[in-house]
């Protein structure tokens, strides 16, 4: 590979991908992980690169999360449980 061919992005993404020391470990639906791989996969990242970003953007201010409030209503489908029951099920 020519040093002087690669993209800024894929010298970012390797940065990322090869100096960061730390894992994390969280419970997510199985469908949800598979799309967002195979999302991930068709613009060329890794989706560990893609969480990275968000985790980086979510600490700076820049990622909003008022979309839990949307996910826990479908998480009750309806039903009458708790905010913490639909929190357990969404793997908050």
Avoid: C
Avoid at 56 to 61: I, L, M, P, S, T
Avoid at 64 to 74: L, M
Wanted: charged content about 25%; glycine content about 6%.
């Amino acid at each position: 590979m020519d040093l002087y061919k690669v993209s800024i992005d894929t010298v970012y993404i390797w940065y990322i991908l090869y100096t960061m020391n730390t894992k994390m470990i969280f419970n997510i639906d199985q469908k949800v992980k598979k799309a967002a791989q195979k999302k991930a996969g068709s613009q060329g990242i890794p989706l560990s690169a893609v969480l990275n970003f968000a985790t980086r953007a979510y600490v700076r201010g820049e990622l909003d999360v008022d979309i839990v409030a949307r996910d826990i209503a479908e998480a009750r489908h309806g039903k009458k449980i708790s905010a913490n029951v639909a929190r357990h099920q969404l793997g908050l």
